[in-house]
């Protein structure tokens, strides 16, 4: 791909060297903040490395712009001038048909479709569901912990009490919704899968949205996931080491922060003090 298609300017780009920063007009477009975020088992890392699909993303101070946008009139974003469905990450493709898609959920399952991860037959796909409600669910409890507690020393003791216990604890608590425990046992009991994979012979998105889970949780909580979680362990060392994956793992494309709210506080602290509010 020439050089002429990659973005360069002043202002940083997201994945701005390589494979990954290619923009043509045959390419999707990937719209979202600098950051893995809900983002991450859609783009990059996962199933559009693992499929070999480039892609785009724009520049923070495109971000930036885009964000305004949102705000003022939508312009484009379903639906226009409604603020019902303003939000990030916004996924474009015109490659295969005209996709314009917020909503993770929707743009993951679009790709699972596009790319056939989502099982073999109905009954796979049924569980593929299942099991991206449960790793959305415990994405949501682990996001009040770091972002609304502040990962608190309470808090954190709360939880590795209730979403960190291990199945016999988490059998007998009263806790609402999911514990980790609750995809460790697919994992361990091989109740969809014998190859290793939570569905099925192949990878699909459920072990996309898992893995990206756990990747967050190890970054908090090596010892107590890797102790209590041996099967969501080396399910997170299978996917990691998948081609495409590792590669995107391994490069300067993938973002060291996790969280979208961390940079939106960021840029709203940056712009006060720019308009000495």
């Not at 609304?148 to 009263?174: F, H, K, N, T």
């Amino acid at each position: 791909m020439s050089a002429s298609h990659i973005h360069r300017g002043p202002e940083h780009a997201v994945a701005e060297e390589g494979s990954f920063a290619a923009s043509t007009s045959d390419l999707p477009v990937l719209q979202y903040y600098p950051c893995r975020g809900r983002a991450e088992p859609i783009r990059n890392m996962l199933v559009l490395s693992y499929v070999g699909q480039p892609w785009f993303e724009p520049p923070l101070e495109s971000i930036r712009k885009i964000q305004s946008i949102m705000r003022r009139e939508f312009d484009g974003y379903p639906f226009r001038r409604g603020r019902g469905l303003s939000r990030l990450p916004r996924f474009i493709d015109g490659a295969h048909g005209e996709v314009d898609l917020v909503q993770s959920g929707a743009i993951l399952r679009h790709l699972g479709r596009t790319y056939d991860l989502y099982g073999k037959d109905l009954v796979q796909a049924g569980r593929v569901d299942m099991l991206l409600d449960a790793a959305a669910e415990l994405r949501a409890k682990l996001r009040e912990l770091v972002v609304d507690a502040g990962l608190a020393e309470s808090a954190c003791v709360a939880y590795g009490e209730s979403v960190l216990a291990g199945e016999e604890v988490l059998r007998g608590s009263g806790m609402q919704g999911p514990g980790l425990a609750s995809l460790e046992y697919p994992l361990a009991r091989q109740r969809y899968s014998s190859s290793g994979w939570l569905v099925g012979e192949a990878p699909s998105l459920a072990d996309f949205a898992v893995f990206d889970l756990v990747d967050l949780h190890l970054g908090l909580f090596p010892d107590l996931v890797g102790g209590r979680f041996p099967a969501l362990a080396a399910h997170h060392a299978k996917v990691a080491a998948l081609p495409g994956v590792a590669e995107y793992l391994a490069s300067d494309s993938r973002h060291p922060a996790a969280w979208a709210v961390q940079w939106i506080k960021g840029e709203e602290t940056h712009g006060s003090a720019q308009s000495g509010a």
